[in-house]
Antibody, heavy 115, light 106 residues
Framework: EVQLVQSGAEVKKPGESLRISCKGSGYSFTRHWISWVRQMPGKGLEWMGRINPSDSYTNYSPSFQGHVTISADKSISTAYLQWSSLKASDTAMYYC????????WGQGTLVTVSS | EIVMTQSPATLSVSPGERVTLSCRASQSVSSNLAWYQQKPGQAPRLLIYGASTRATGIPARFSGSGSGTEFTLTISSLQSEDFAVYYCQQYNNWHTFGGGTKVEIK
């Protein structure tokens, strides 16, 4: 079964750093781009950026460029999304998704940033 | 950046009705358009890619059409499990999602 499994929910304080993960299985991880998608509470889907796991080449949405970093470790079939300094406005559900049209999706990682 | 606009924002329908959702791109995306369904508390699910190709396991009552800048998702006879939010996404130039259409029970 092709699937993406994300790390668990996180509760952080403003200014803290964070890295969440997305592990692929059931397929060749380097074959498809991995994208990250944000969904703020009660809102729609926003594409943040993507990474080519074979060479770690990345593209970022202008809205997220400079605010997050996407990386990958192909040896363990895992992609990452990280923040160096979280803000309350980063509170959201974050999904990873594979391929050109997104299928499959990870189950989501809820990130809560609150003092 | 390509802007995707979905209409209407909310659609109130009865089970068994035919439903048509619209998605417009600010510039041509050819047929590089996907549709997703999202239910509360769940990750989105791919329904349609290539504007008109149903994903694996998607019932035939879901169909997609269009190319260029105008796209449509049609549900031929709405079932109870179809009440959800639907998003279109272009992948012609990176990725952009529409704002979503909520299909609710009338």
């Amino acid at each position: 079964e092709v699937q993406l499994v994300q790390s668990g929910a996180e509760v952080k304080k403003p200014g803290e750093s964070l890295r969440i993960s997305c592990k692929g299985s059931g397929y060749s991880f380097t074959r498809h781009w991995i994208s990250w998608v944000r969904q703020m509470p009660g809102k729609g889907l926003e594409w943040m950026g993507r990474i080519n796991p074979s060479d770690s080449y990345t593209n970022y949405s202008p809205s997220f460029q400079g605010h997050v970093t996407i990386s990958a470790d192909k040896s363990i079939s895992t992609a990452y999304l990280q923040w160096s300094s979280l803000k309350a406005s980063d509170t959201a559900m974050y999904y990873c998704a594979s391929a050109t049209w997104f299928d499959p999706w990870g189950q989501g990682t809820l990130v809560t940033v609150s003092s | 950046e390509i802007v995707m606009t979905q209409s209407p924002a909310t659609l109130s329908v009865s089970p068994g009705e035919r439903v048509t959702l619209s998605c417009r791109a600010s510039q041509s995306v050819s047929s590089n358009l996907a549709w997703y369904q999202q239910k509360p508390g769940q990750a989105p699910r791919l329904l349609i890619y290539g504007a008109s190709t149903r994903a694996t396991g998607i019932p035939a009552r879901f169909s997609g059409s269009g190319s260029g800048t105008e796209f449509t998702l049609t549900i031929s006879s709405l079932q109870s499990e179809d009440f959800a939010v639907y998003y279109c996404q272009q992948y012609n130039n990176w990725h952009t999602f529409g704002g979503g259409t909520k299909v609710e029970i009338k």
